[in-house]
């Protein structure tokens, strides 16, 4: 889906795509009910979207999308995803909300006034670089929300958050890479990284 406007779908999601090879590039994802996107067991790359919360289409306020307390930018599940040079502004739960196994890279996108700009779940593996934030009540959450899982690890290979911009329970992990690297100069394989050398955190 390359160069479309998805907005004021009152069901569940803006769309949902499950157990597919997916490319979702240049669009604009805004005003749905519940989440923008949502992506179940799916592979591929999400690239230059712009997910926001609220409406920007002019004269188009005859659909009424109340807003949700619960509703995300990008939710993710069982996936394996690349995520870069994204916008997602103004959400007042999560800005991707990574969960059930998934791997994904974020790397390189705006997270502009959201409660939480990334939400790591139930062992899922997330690999940060070169992202940008701002006026977000927290940066990282971390939490196992289904017992099925266990905790999820957040990988940060470039970036600097103060401590009270993360949120995480005791049990999921917060790794920095050992030796600086830059991402674009590896193959971008989810192998390759969880081969590298981490150091985890608290």
């Given at each position: 889906?390359?160069?479309?406007?998805?907005?004021?779908?009152?069901?569940?999601?803006?769309?949902?795509?499950?157990?597919?090879?997916?490319?979702?590039?240049?669009?604009?994802?805004?005003?749905?009910?519940?989440?923008?996107?949502?992506?179940?067991?799916?592979?591929?790359?999400?690239?230059?979207?712009?997910?926001?919360?609220?409406?920007?289409?002019?004269?188009?306020?005859?659909?009424?999308?109340?807003?949700?307390?619960?509703?995300?930018?990008?939710?993710?599940?069982?996936?394996?995803?690349?995520?870069?040079?994204n916008i997602f502004n103004g959400f007042l739960d999560k800005g991707i909300s990574v969960g059930e196994n998934t791997k994904v890279q974020i790397l390189e996108n705006n997270f502009i006034s959201n409660r939480s700009a990334i939400t790591a779940k139930d062992h899922s593996n997330?690999?940060?670089?070169?992202?940008?934030?701002?006026?977000?009540?927290?940066?990282?959450?971390?939490?196992?929300?289904?017992?099925?899982?266990?905790?999820?690890?957040?990988?940060?290979?470039?970036?600097?958050?103060?401590?009270?911009?993360?949120?995480?329970?005791?049990?999921?992990?917060?790794?920095?890479?050992?030796?600086?690297?830059?991402?674009?100069?590896?193959?971008?394989?989810?192998?390759?990284?969880?081969?590298?050398?981490?150091?985890?955190?608290?």
């Amino acid at each position: 889906i390359k160069n479309s406007h998805i907005h004021h779908n009152s069901s569940d999601d803006g769309l949902n795509i499950k157990n597919s090879k997916i490319e979702l590039t240049n669009n604009i994802f805004n005003a749905n009910s519940a989440d923008q996107v949502d992506i179940d067991f799916c592979i591929g790359s999400i690239k230059k979207n712009k997910f926001i919360s609220k409406s920007i289409v002019r004269d188009f306020n005859f659909v009424k999308i109340p807003e949700d307390n619960n509703g995300d930018g990008l939710d993710l599940s069982g996936s394996e995803i690349i995520v870069r040079n994204n916008i997602f502004n103004g959400f007042l739960d999560k800005g991707i909300s990574v969960g059930e196994n998934t791997k994904v890279q974020i790397l390189e996108n705006n997270f502009i006034s959201n409660r939480s700009a990334i939400t790591a779940k139930d062992h899922s593996n997330v690999y940060l670089y070169g992202n940008h934030y701002e006026k977000n009540k927290i940066n990282i959450e971390m939490y196992q929300k289904k017992q099925i899982f266990s905790h999820p690890s957040i990988f940060n290979v470039n970036e600097n958050h103060l401590a009270k911009m993360i949120e995480k329970t005791k049990k999921s992990h917060y790794y920095k890479s050992k030796y600086k690297f830059n991402l674009y100069e590896t193959s971008n394989s989810f192998k390759e990284l969880e081969d590298r050398k981490w150091i985890e955190y608290e």
